[in-house]
Protein backbone atom coordinates (compact mmCIF):
# COMPACT_ATOMS: atom_id res chain seq x y z
CA UNK A 1 0.00 0.00 0.00
CA UNK A 2 2.43 2.41 0.88
CA UNK A 3 4.85 1.63 -1.92
CA UNK A 4 1.82 2.22 -4.13
CA UNK A 5 1.03 5.75 -2.92
CA UNK A 6 4.56 6.33 -2.72
CA UNK A 7 4.49 5.57 -6.26
CA UNK A 8 1.53 7.52 -6.98
CA UNK A 9 3.04 10.27 -5.41
CA UNK A 10 6.15 10.29 -7.61
CA UNK A 11 4.33 10.05 -10.73
CA UNK A 12 1.80 13.00 -9.73
CA UNK A 13 5.10 15.31 -8.73
CA UNK A 14 5.92 14.80 -12.32
CA UNK A 15 2.32 15.58 -13.39
CA UNK A 16 2.23 19.83 -14.90
CA UNK A 17 -0.48 21.38 -13.75
CA UNK A 18 -1.43 24.13 -16.62
CA UNK A 19 -2.48 21.61 -18.35
CA UNK A 20 -5.25 20.09 -16.10
CA UNK A 21 -6.54 23.67 -15.92
CA UNK A 22 -7.44 23.19 -19.90
CA UNK A 23 -8.62 19.67 -19.10
CA UNK A 24 -10.57 20.32 -15.87
CA UNK A 25 -12.21 23.23 -17.94
CA UNK A 26 -13.77 21.27 -20.80
CA UNK A 27 -16.84 19.70 -19.71
CA UNK A 28 -18.17 23.47 -18.93
CA UNK A 29 -17.29 24.20 -22.55
CA UNK A 30 -18.58 20.62 -23.92
CA UNK A 31 -21.87 21.12 -22.06
CA UNK A 32 -22.45 25.00 -23.45
CA UNK A 33 -21.38 23.40 -27.03
CA UNK A 34 -24.09 20.76 -25.97
CA UNK A 35 -26.47 23.43 -25.21
CA UNK A 36 -26.08 25.25 -28.35
CA UNK A 37 -26.92 21.85 -30.68
CA UNK A 38 -29.26 20.62 -28.54
CA UNK A 39 -27.85 18.13 -26.54
CA UNK A 40 -29.31 19.08 -23.45
CA UNK A 41 -32.37 18.65 -24.48
CA UNK A 42 -35.29 20.89 -25.66
CA UNK A 43 -34.38 23.00 -22.28
CA UNK A 44 -30.92 23.84 -22.51
CA UNK A 45 -30.60 26.77 -20.28
CA UNK A 46 -31.85 25.01 -16.93
CA UNK A 47 -29.63 21.90 -18.30
CA UNK A 48 -26.53 23.93 -18.06
CA UNK A 49 -27.00 25.95 -15.05
CA UNK A 50 -27.34 23.02 -13.08
CA UNK A 51 -24.51 20.86 -14.57
CA UNK A 52 -22.36 23.82 -13.66
CA UNK A 53 -23.33 24.39 -10.43
CA UNK A 54 -22.80 19.83 -9.98
CA UNK A 55 -19.36 20.88 -11.18
CA UNK A 56 -18.77 23.55 -8.71
CA UNK A 57 -20.07 21.27 -6.20
CA UNK A 58 -17.76 18.80 -7.01
CA UNK A 59 -14.68 20.62 -7.63
CA UNK A 60 -14.97 22.21 -4.50
CA UNK A 61 -15.53 19.05 -2.57
CA UNK A 62 -11.96 17.61 -4.88
CA UNK A 63 -10.15 20.83 -2.90
CA UNK A 64 -11.44 20.23 -0.28
CA UNK A 65 -10.21 16.18 -0.21
CA UNK A 66 -6.57 17.47 -0.38
CA UNK A 67 -6.00 17.97 2.84
CA UNK A 68 -7.45 14.76 4.18
CA UNK A 69 -6.46 12.68 1.74
CA UNK A 70 -2.63 13.45 2.49
CA UNK A 71 -2.96 13.55 6.45
CA UNK A 72 -4.65 10.28 6.32
CA UNK A 73 -3.41 8.47 3.33
CA UNK A 74 -0.38 10.28 2.44
CA UNK A 75 -1.75 11.18 -0.76
CA UNK A 76 0.06 13.97 -1.88
CA UNK A 77 -2.07 15.93 -4.07
CA UNK A 78 -1.09 19.60 -2.57
CA UNK A 79 0.11 20.90 -5.60
CA UNK A 80 -3.18 20.54 -7.77
CA UNK A 81 -5.16 22.36 -4.59
CA UNK A 82 -4.33 25.77 -6.28
CA UNK A 83 -6.01 24.33 -9.75
CA UNK A 84 -8.94 22.49 -7.76
CA UNK A 85 -10.14 25.50 -6.39
CA UNK A 86 -9.74 27.97 -9.78
CA UNK A 87 -11.52 25.46 -11.56
CA UNK A 88 -14.17 25.03 -8.95
CA UNK A 89 -14.88 29.37 -9.10
CA UNK A 90 -14.73 29.20 -12.98
CA UNK A 91 -17.39 26.84 -12.47
CA UNK A 92 -19.18 28.90 -9.72
CA UNK A 93 -18.59 31.94 -12.01
CA UNK A 94 -19.81 30.35 -15.06
CA UNK A 95 -22.98 28.94 -13.06
CA UNK A 96 -24.05 32.56 -11.73
CA UNK A 97 -23.25 34.00 -15.35
CA UNK A 98 -25.86 31.47 -16.34
CA UNK A 99 -28.03 32.60 -14.43
CA UNK A 100 -27.61 36.19 -14.80
CA UNK A 101 -27.77 36.27 -18.71
CA UNK A 102 -29.59 33.59 -19.54
CA UNK A 103 -31.77 32.69 -17.22
CA UNK A 104 -33.30 35.61 -15.43
CA UNK A 105 -32.41 38.21 -17.93
CA UNK A 106 -34.54 40.62 -15.98
CA UNK A 107 -31.68 43.13 -14.29
CA UNK A 108 -34.91 43.92 -11.90
CA UNK A 109 -35.36 40.45 -11.08
CA UNK A 110 -31.65 39.58 -10.46
CA UNK A 111 -31.44 42.47 -7.26
CA UNK A 112 -35.06 40.73 -6.23
CA UNK A 113 -34.39 37.33 -6.47
CA UNK A 114 -30.58 37.80 -5.04
CA UNK A 115 -32.44 39.63 -1.87
CA UNK A 116 -35.78 37.88 -1.45
CA UNK A 117 -35.16 33.91 -2.73
CA UNK A 118 -33.08 32.37 0.47
CA UNK A 119 -31.13 29.58 -1.66
CA UNK A 120 -30.10 32.39 -4.36
CA UNK A 121 -28.98 35.09 -0.95
CA UNK A 122 -27.33 31.29 0.26
CA UNK A 123 -25.56 31.03 -3.39
CA UNK A 124 -24.46 34.28 -4.05
CA UNK A 125 -23.05 34.18 0.02
CA UNK A 126 -20.82 31.20 -1.55
CA UNK A 127 -19.65 33.08 -4.72
CA UNK A 128 -18.88 36.43 -2.60
CA UNK A 129 -17.26 34.48 -0.34
CA UNK A 130 -14.98 32.12 -2.97
CA UNK A 131 -14.10 35.90 -4.91
CA UNK A 132 -11.19 36.69 -2.80
CA UNK A 133 -10.00 33.59 -2.96
CA UNK A 134 -9.84 33.27 -6.13
CA UNK A 135 -8.23 36.44 -5.96
CA UNK A 136 -5.57 35.73 -4.20
CA UNK A 137 -4.49 32.25 -5.83
CA UNK A 138 -1.33 33.31 -7.10
CA UNK A 139 2.24 33.03 -5.71
CA UNK A 140 2.41 36.79 -5.63
CA UNK A 141 -0.35 37.08 -2.98
CA UNK A 142 0.23 34.57 -1.16
CA UNK A 143 3.95 35.95 -0.38
CA UNK A 144 2.43 39.48 0.42
CA UNK A 145 -0.03 38.35 2.80
CA UNK A 146 2.01 35.38 4.59
CA UNK A 147 0.31 34.23 7.43
CA UNK A 148 -3.00 36.25 6.84
CA UNK A 149 -3.01 34.39 3.44
CA UNK A 150 -4.14 30.77 5.56
CA UNK A 151 -6.24 32.23 7.43
CA UNK A 152 -8.56 34.27 4.76
CA UNK A 153 -8.53 30.64 2.59
CA UNK A 154 -10.72 28.99 5.09
CA UNK A 155 -13.35 30.92 3.81
CA UNK A 156 -13.26 27.77 1.95
CA UNK A 157 -14.72 25.44 4.21
CA UNK A 158 -17.64 27.83 4.75
CA UNK A 159 -18.51 28.72 0.73
CA UNK A 160 -18.64 24.79 0.21
CA UNK A 161 -20.94 24.30 2.78
CA UNK A 162 -23.10 27.60 1.80
CA UNK A 163 -22.72 25.77 -2.09
CA UNK A 164 -24.19 22.61 -0.46
CA UNK A 165 -26.70 24.23 1.42
CA UNK A 166 -28.02 26.32 -1.72
CA UNK A 167 -28.80 22.79 -3.36
CA UNK A 168 -30.14 21.23 -0.34
CA UNK A 169 -32.71 24.23 -0.65
CA UNK A 170 -33.12 24.50 -3.82
CA UNK A 171 -34.81 20.52 -4.87
CA UNK A 172 -37.94 20.50 -4.82
CA UNK A 173 -39.62 16.86 -2.53
CA UNK A 174 -36.90 15.37 -0.77
CA UNK A 175 -34.21 14.38 -2.43
CA UNK A 176 -31.25 12.57 -1.40
CA UNK A 177 -28.41 14.15 -3.77
CA UNK A 178 -27.81 16.94 -1.73
CA UNK A 179 -27.66 15.63 1.45
CA UNK A 180 -24.74 13.19 -0.21
CA UNK A 181 -22.81 16.29 -1.36
CA UNK A 182 -23.65 18.15 2.23
CA UNK A 183 -22.46 14.67 3.93
CA UNK A 184 -19.53 14.29 1.98
CA UNK A 185 -18.55 17.78 2.80
CA UNK A 186 -19.41 17.37 6.55
CA UNK A 187 -16.87 14.00 6.46
CA UNK A 188 -13.88 16.30 4.95
CA UNK A 189 -14.54 19.05 7.37
CA UNK A 190 -14.56 16.25 10.36
CA UNK A 191 -11.66 14.54 8.76
CA UNK A 192 -9.34 18.08 9.18
CA UNK A 193 -10.26 18.91 13.02
CA UNK A 194 -6.92 17.50 14.43
CA UNK A 195 -7.07 14.92 17.72
CA UNK A 196 -7.02 17.60 20.52
CA UNK A 197 -2.92 18.06 21.15
CA UNK A 198 -1.62 17.62 24.95
CA UNK A 199 -1.90 21.17 26.14
CA UNK A 200 1.74 23.02 25.55
CA UNK A 201 2.97 24.37 29.52
CA UNK A 202 2.81 27.98 28.81
CA UNK B 1 -71.36 18.18 -23.32
CA UNK B 2 -68.73 17.96 -25.42
CA UNK B 3 -67.53 21.27 -27.55
CA UNK B 4 -68.44 23.93 -24.77
CA UNK B 5 -65.32 25.57 -25.53
CA UNK B 6 -63.24 26.75 -28.80
CA UNK B 7 -60.02 26.69 -29.23
CA UNK B 8 -58.32 30.73 -29.12
CA UNK B 9 -55.28 28.74 -30.84
CA UNK B 10 -56.56 26.90 -33.95
CA UNK B 11 -56.10 23.65 -35.48
CA UNK B 12 -53.95 26.07 -37.94
CA UNK B 13 -51.22 26.77 -35.02
CA UNK B 14 -50.89 23.07 -35.21
CA UNK B 15 -51.50 21.88 -38.76
CA UNK B 16 -48.29 22.58 -41.23
CA UNK B 17 -48.45 25.33 -43.17
CA UNK B 18 -49.20 23.88 -46.54
CA UNK B 19 -51.86 21.62 -45.35
CA UNK B 20 -53.53 24.61 -43.50
CA UNK B 21 -54.23 26.68 -46.44
CA UNK B 22 -55.58 24.31 -47.89
CA UNK B 23 -57.39 23.89 -44.87
CA UNK B 24 -58.40 27.17 -44.69
CA UNK B 25 -59.55 27.25 -48.74
CA UNK B 26 -61.98 24.53 -47.41
CA UNK B 27 -63.51 26.29 -44.55
CA UNK B 28 -63.69 29.82 -46.79
CA UNK B 29 -65.82 27.58 -49.18
CA UNK B 30 -67.60 26.52 -46.14
CA UNK B 31 -68.38 30.27 -44.85
CA UNK B 32 -69.38 30.96 -48.43
CA UNK B 33 -72.13 28.68 -47.84
CA UNK B 34 -72.71 29.84 -44.02
CA UNK B 35 -72.12 27.00 -42.58
CA UNK B 36 -68.37 27.27 -40.71
CA UNK B 37 -68.19 31.37 -41.05
CA UNK B 38 -67.33 31.70 -37.07
CA UNK B 39 -64.47 28.92 -37.40
CA UNK B 40 -63.48 30.80 -40.48
CA UNK B 41 -63.17 34.02 -38.86
CA UNK B 42 -61.22 32.45 -35.65
CA UNK B 43 -59.10 31.22 -37.74
CA UNK B 44 -57.93 34.69 -39.43
CA UNK B 45 -57.70 36.00 -35.39
CA UNK B 46 -55.58 33.21 -34.05
CA UNK B 47 -52.68 34.04 -31.91
CA UNK B 48 -49.59 33.66 -33.42
CA UNK B 49 -48.45 30.87 -31.38
CA UNK B 50 -47.50 27.42 -32.06
CA UNK B 51 -47.27 24.80 -30.37
CA UNK B 52 -44.86 22.69 -29.34
CA UNK B 53 -43.24 19.99 -31.30
CA UNK B 54 -44.01 16.38 -30.07
CA UNK B 55 -40.00 16.07 -29.17
CA UNK B 56 -40.41 18.86 -27.12
CA UNK B 57 -43.62 17.64 -25.66
CA UNK B 58 -42.49 14.33 -25.14
CA UNK B 59 -38.95 14.77 -24.10
CA UNK B 60 -39.45 16.91 -20.69
CA UNK B 61 -42.14 15.73 -18.45
CA UNK B 62 -41.87 16.41 -14.61
CA UNK B 63 -43.62 12.81 -13.56
CA UNK B 64 -41.78 11.97 -10.48
CA UNK B 65 -43.26 8.39 -10.09
CA UNK B 66 -40.25 7.89 -12.81
CA UNK B 67 -37.71 9.84 -11.68
CA UNK B 68 -36.63 13.75 -11.14
CA UNK B 69 -34.73 14.67 -13.66
CA UNK B 70 -36.92 15.70 -16.91
CA UNK B 71 -35.59 13.13 -19.03
CA UNK B 72 -36.34 10.34 -16.78
CA UNK B 73 -40.13 10.00 -17.63
CA UNK B 74 -39.38 9.84 -21.58
CA UNK B 75 -36.21 7.12 -20.33
CA UNK B 76 -38.18 4.75 -18.15
CA UNK B 77 -42.18 5.27 -18.87
CA UNK B 78 -42.56 2.79 -20.71
CA UNK B 79 -42.70 -0.08 -17.80
CA UNK B 80 -45.75 1.11 -17.22
CA UNK B 81 -49.08 -0.96 -18.13
CA UNK B 82 -51.72 1.23 -19.60
CA UNK B 83 -53.54 -1.57 -20.75
CA UNK B 84 -56.33 -3.03 -19.64
CA UNK B 85 -56.58 0.29 -17.67
CA UNK B 86 -59.63 1.22 -15.31
CA UNK B 87 -60.80 3.79 -13.23
CA UNK B 88 -62.63 4.05 -9.86
CA UNK B 89 -64.64 6.43 -9.43
CA UNK B 90 -66.49 6.65 -6.37
CA UNK B 91 -67.61 9.11 -2.75
CA UNK B 92 -70.47 10.95 -3.98
CA UNK B 93 -71.79 9.41 -6.68
CA UNK B 94 -75.15 7.86 -8.18
CA UNK B 95 -73.18 5.22 -9.77
CA UNK B 96 -69.95 4.12 -8.22
CA UNK B 97 -67.86 1.34 -9.91
CA UNK B 98 -64.67 0.38 -12.14
CA UNK B 99 -65.17 2.37 -15.27
CA UNK B 100 -62.88 0.20 -17.93
CA UNK B 101 -60.67 2.57 -20.45
CA UNK B 102 -62.75 1.23 -23.16
CA UNK B 103 -65.94 1.51 -21.75
CA UNK B 104 -65.01 5.48 -21.28
CA UNK B 105 -64.01 6.57 -24.46
CA UNK B 106 -67.15 4.58 -26.11
CA UNK B 107 -69.52 6.84 -24.11
CA UNK B 108 -66.85 10.23 -24.82
CA UNK B 109 -65.99 12.31 -27.35
CA UNK B 110 -62.89 13.25 -28.18
CA UNK B 111 -62.11 16.59 -29.53
CA UNK B 112 -58.81 18.56 -29.74
CA UNK B 113 -57.77 20.97 -27.04
CA UNK B 114 -55.08 23.45 -27.97
CA UNK B 115 -53.97 24.50 -24.76
CA UNK B 116 -51.54 26.99 -22.87
CA UNK B 117 -49.36 24.70 -20.56
CA UNK B 118 -47.67 26.70 -17.71
CA UNK B 119 -45.55 24.37 -15.21
CA UNK B 120 -45.04 26.11 -11.85
CA UNK B 121 -41.25 25.87 -12.76
CA UNK B 122 -41.85 29.06 -14.64
CA UNK B 123 -41.46 27.05 -18.54
CA UNK B 124 -44.73 26.34 -20.58
CA UNK B 125 -45.49 24.94 -23.93
CA UNK B 126 -48.26 24.83 -26.18
CA UNK B 127 -49.74 21.34 -26.44
CA UNK B 128 -52.35 20.18 -28.60
CA UNK B 129 -54.13 17.86 -26.19
CA UNK B 130 -57.41 15.38 -27.97
CA UNK B 131 -59.83 14.62 -24.93
CA UNK B 132 -62.85 15.30 -23.17
CA UNK B 133 -64.61 17.19 -20.84
CA UNK B 134 -63.80 15.97 -17.07
CA UNK B 135 -67.76 17.38 -17.14
CA UNK B 136 -68.56 14.37 -18.94
CA UNK B 137 -67.42 11.76 -17.48
CA UNK B 138 -68.67 12.98 -14.12
CA UNK B 139 -71.79 12.86 -15.69
CA UNK B 140 -71.53 9.54 -16.45
CA UNK B 141 -70.89 8.61 -12.99
CA UNK B 142 -74.09 10.93 -11.73
CA UNK B 143 -72.57 13.63 -9.23
CA UNK B 144 -74.89 13.87 -6.18
CA UNK B 145 -76.03 17.43 -4.71
CA UNK B 146 -73.91 17.07 -1.55
CA UNK B 147 -70.60 16.76 -3.62
CA UNK B 148 -68.23 19.95 -3.37
CA UNK B 149 -64.60 18.49 -4.76
CA UNK B 150 -63.17 15.86 -7.41
CA UNK B 151 -59.99 14.25 -6.01
CA UNK B 152 -57.89 11.81 -8.19
CA UNK B 153 -55.05 9.60 -7.72
CA UNK B 154 -52.48 8.45 -10.07
CA UNK B 155 -51.50 5.00 -10.13
CA UNK B 156 -48.88 3.67 -7.48
CA UNK B 157 -47.57 0.70 -9.02
CA UNK B 158 -43.77 0.23 -7.28
CA UNK B 159 -42.63 -2.60 -10.06
CA UNK B 160 -43.73 -0.30 -12.52
CA UNK B 161 -42.79 3.20 -11.48
CA UNK B 162 -38.89 2.86 -10.72
CA UNK B 163 -39.57 7.03 -9.20
CA UNK B 164 -41.44 5.20 -6.58
CA UNK B 165 -39.19 3.90 -4.63
CA UNK B 166 -37.60 7.76 -3.41
CA UNK B 167 -39.82 9.04 -0.83
CA UNK B 168 -39.48 12.58 -2.90
CA UNK B 169 -43.60 12.79 -2.43
CA UNK B 170 -46.26 11.15 -0.60
CA UNK B 171 -47.11 8.44 -2.94
CA UNK B 172 -49.21 7.79 -4.14
CA UNK B 173 -49.64 11.16 -6.11
CA UNK B 174 -53.23 13.23 -5.44
CA UNK B 175 -54.60 16.02 -6.67
CA UNK B 176 -57.94 18.09 -6.14
CA UNK B 177 -60.46 20.43 -7.85
CA UNK B 178 -63.49 22.21 -6.91
CA UNK B 179 -66.69 20.85 -8.16
CA UNK B 180 -67.04 23.93 -9.99
CA UNK B 181 -63.47 24.02 -11.35
CA UNK B 182 -63.96 20.45 -12.59
CA UNK B 183 -66.96 20.94 -14.39
CA UNK B 184 -65.83 24.42 -16.25
CA UNK B 185 -65.93 23.25 -19.73
CA UNK B 186 -62.37 24.15 -20.28
CA UNK B 187 -61.00 21.01 -18.11
CA UNK B 188 -60.56 18.10 -20.09
CA UNK B 189 -59.52 14.70 -19.64
CA UNK B 190 -56.41 14.02 -22.25
CA UNK B 191 -55.82 11.05 -23.94
CA UNK B 192 -54.21 12.18 -26.65
CA UNK B 193 -51.82 14.75 -28.14
CA UNK B 194 -51.36 15.73 -32.09
CA UNK B 195 -54.10 13.27 -32.73
CA UNK B 196 -51.91 10.14 -31.46
CA UNK B 197 -52.80 8.38 -28.12
CA UNK B 198 -51.44 10.07 -25.20
CA UNK B 199 -47.55 8.89 -24.55
CA UNK B 200 -46.47 7.10 -21.07
CA UNK B 201 -43.86 9.96 -20.09
CA UNK B 202 -47.14 12.17 -20.48
CA UNK B 203 -50.39 10.58 -18.30
CA UNK B 204 -50.68 7.43 -19.92
CA UNK B 205 -53.72 6.55 -21.01
CA UNK B 206 -55.80 9.34 -19.01
CA UNK B 207 -54.86 12.58 -17.20
CA UNK B 208 -56.10 15.87 -16.55
CA UNK B 209 -55.40 18.94 -17.78
CA UNK B 210 -56.34 22.31 -16.28
CA UNK B 211 -54.89 24.97 -18.16
CA UNK B 212 -55.63 27.55 -15.94
CA UNK B 213 -53.70 26.09 -13.20
CA UNK B 214 -49.57 25.04 -12.63
CA UNK B 215 -48.77 22.22 -14.61
CA UNK B 216 -49.07 19.78 -11.23
CA UNK B 217 -52.70 20.09 -11.04
CA UNK B 218 -52.54 18.33 -14.30
CA UNK B 219 -52.55 14.55 -12.74
CA UNK B 220 -51.59 11.67 -14.88
CA UNK B 221 -52.47 8.40 -15.40
CA UNK B 222 -55.80 8.93 -13.30
CA UNK B 223 -56.82 5.02 -11.41
CA UNK B 224 -59.50 7.27 -9.11
CA UNK B 225 -61.81 9.91 -9.06
CA UNK B 226 -63.38 10.44 -5.99
CA UNK B 227 -66.57 13.41 -5.44
CA UNK B 228 -66.26 14.93 -1.88
CA UNK B 229 -67.50 16.66 0.28
CA UNK B 230 -64.23 19.05 1.92
CA UNK B 231 -61.16 19.64 -0.06
CA UNK B 232 -58.69 16.55 -0.46
CA UNK B 233 -55.32 17.00 0.18
CA UNK B 234 -53.26 17.48 -3.10
CA UNK B 235 -49.35 16.50 -3.05
CA UNK B 236 -47.44 19.17 -3.37
CA UNK B 237 -49.29 21.04 -1.05
CA UNK B 238 -49.24 18.05 1.73
CA UNK B 239 -45.00 18.22 0.44
CA UNK B 240 -44.96 22.12 1.11
CA UNK B 241 -47.68 23.99 1.83
CA UNK B 242 -46.17 27.26 2.26
CA UNK B 243 -44.72 27.11 -1.34
CA UNK B 244 -48.21 25.06 -3.12
CA UNK B 245 -51.59 26.05 -2.56
CA UNK B 246 -54.45 24.00 -3.42
CA UNK B 247 -55.94 26.40 -6.16
CA UNK B 248 -52.56 26.89 -7.79
CA UNK B 249 -53.97 28.93 -10.49
CA UNK B 250 -51.18 30.73 -12.69
CA UNK B 251 -50.96 34.34 -11.07
CA UNK B 252 -47.79 36.35 -12.37
CA UNK B 253 -48.27 38.50 -9.21
CA UNK B 254 -48.07 35.79 -6.98
CA UNK B 255 -44.40 34.57 -6.56
CA UNK B 256 -43.46 30.88 -5.56
CA UNK B 257 -41.39 31.70 -2.89
CA UNK B 258 -38.44 30.39 -4.22
CA UNK B 259 -39.03 32.55 -7.88
CA UNK B 260 -40.86 34.76 -9.15
CA UNK B 261 -43.85 33.70 -11.67
CA UNK B 262 -43.67 37.25 -12.99
CA UNK B 263 -42.41 35.58 -16.58
CA UNK B 264 -41.76 32.11 -17.97
CA UNK B 265 -40.00 30.65 -20.53
CA UNK B 266 -41.35 28.66 -23.79
CA UNK B 267 -39.95 25.39 -24.28
CA UNK B 268 -38.32 25.15 -27.32
CA UNK B 269 -36.12 28.45 -27.76
CA UNK B 270 -32.69 26.84 -27.15
CA UNK B 271 -30.01 28.35 -25.46
CA UNK B 272 -30.66 31.90 -25.70
CA UNK B 273 -34.66 32.02 -25.37
CA UNK B 274 -36.33 34.87 -23.91
CA UNK B 275 -38.81 35.34 -21.46
CA UNK B 276 -42.28 36.14 -21.99
CA UNK B 277 -44.70 37.72 -19.54
CA UNK B 278 -46.75 35.01 -17.91
CA UNK B 279 -50.58 35.73 -18.09
CA UNK B 280 -53.64 36.01 -15.47
CA UNK B 281 -55.07 32.12 -15.51
CA UNK B 282 -52.31 31.62 -17.93
CA UNK B 283 -54.68 33.51 -20.44
CA UNK B 284 -57.67 31.88 -19.32
CA UNK B 285 -59.94 34.47 -18.61
CA UNK B 286 -62.68 32.80 -18.99
CA UNK B 287 -62.68 31.36 -15.34
CA UNK B 288 -62.04 34.48 -13.42
CA UNK B 289 -65.41 33.82 -12.56
CA UNK B 290 -64.72 30.52 -10.68
CA UNK B 291 -62.97 33.14 -7.90
CA UNK B 292 -64.94 36.38 -7.81
CA UNK B 293 -64.78 37.54 -4.21
CA UNK B 294 -61.57 35.56 -3.48
CA UNK B 295 -58.06 36.59 -2.10
CA UNK B 296 -55.99 34.86 -4.48
CA UNK B 297 -53.11 35.93 -2.63
CA UNK B 298 -54.24 33.96 0.40
CA UNK B 299 -55.58 31.18 -1.86
CA UNK B 300 -52.94 30.83 -3.69
C1 LIG C 1 -20.70 28.18 -4.07
C2 LIG C 1 -21.37 28.49 -5.10
C3 LIG C 1 -22.43 27.64 -5.74
C4 LIG C 1 -22.51 26.29 -5.86
C5 LIG C 1 -21.54 25.25 -5.36
C6 LIG C 1 -23.74 26.00 -6.54
C7 LIG C 1 -24.18 24.73 -6.84
C8 LIG C 1 -25.39 24.43 -7.41
C9 LIG C 1 -25.91 23.12 -7.61
C10 LIG C 1 -25.19 21.84 -7.25
C11 LIG C 1 -27.12 23.23 -8.18
C12 LIG C 1 -28.10 22.11 -8.53
C13 LIG C 1 -27.79 21.42 -9.77
C14 LIG C 1 -28.78 20.32 -10.05
O1 LIG C 1 -29.92 20.39 -9.59
O2 LIG C 1 -28.41 19.40 -10.74
C15 LIG C 1 -27.38 24.63 -8.35
C16 LIG C 1 -28.52 25.14 -8.91
C17 LIG C 1 -28.76 26.48 -9.05
N1 LIG C 1 -27.95 27.51 -8.63
FE1 LIG C 1 -26.17 27.35 -7.75
N2 LIG C 1 -24.37 27.16 -6.84
C18 LIG C 1 -23.60 28.19 -6.37
C19 LIG C 1 -23.85 29.54 -6.48
C20 LIG C 1 -24.96 30.06 -7.12
C21 LIG C 1 -25.18 31.46 -7.35
C22 LIG C 1 -24.22 32.57 -6.96
C23 LIG C 1 -26.37 31.57 -7.99
C24 LIG C 1 -27.09 32.78 -8.46
C25 LIG C 1 -27.02 33.94 -7.91
C26 LIG C 1 -26.90 30.24 -8.16
C27 LIG C 1 -28.09 29.94 -8.76
C28 LIG C 1 -28.57 28.68 -8.98
C29 LIG C 1 -29.81 28.40 -9.63
C30 LIG C 1 -30.81 29.43 -10.17
C31 LIG C 1 -29.94 27.01 -9.67
C32 LIG C 1 -31.07 26.21 -10.30
C33 LIG C 1 -32.30 26.18 -9.50
C34 LIG C 1 -33.41 25.53 -10.25
O3 LIG C 1 -33.41 24.33 -10.41
O4 LIG C 1 -34.27 26.25 -10.71
N3 LIG C 1 -26.00 29.35 -7.63
N4 LIG C 1 -26.32 25.35 -7.85
New binding site residues.
Given amino acids: MTALIDRFNGAARRVPTWPLYILCAIPGFWFFYLGLTGGLGVEPI?AL??KL??L??QF?IAGLAVTPLRRHLGVNLLKFRRMLGLVAFFY?LT??LV?LLL?VQIVSQIWAD?LKRPY?TV??A??VL?LPLALTSNNWSVRKLGPKWRQLHKLAYV?VL??AI??VM??KGFQIEPYLYLAAILTLLALRIRPARRKVAI | MAFRWTNDLTRADVTPERLFLNRRQILGGLAAGGIAGGLGLRAEAQEALEPNTWEEITSYNNYYEFGTGKDDPARYADSLVTSPWSVTIDGLVDRPGDYGFAQIMEAMTVEERIYRFRCV?AWSMVVPWNGFELADLLEMAGVQTGARYVAFQTANRPDQMPGLARPVLDWPYVEGLRLDEALHPLTLMATGIYDRPIPNQNGAPLRLVVPWKYGFKSIKSIVRITLTEDEPPTSWNKANAREYGFYSNVNPEVDHPR?SQATERRIGGGLFARRQPTLMFNGYDEVAGLYEGMDLTENF
Fill in positions: KEHGEALLVHLWDIIGMGFLALGHFLV | EW
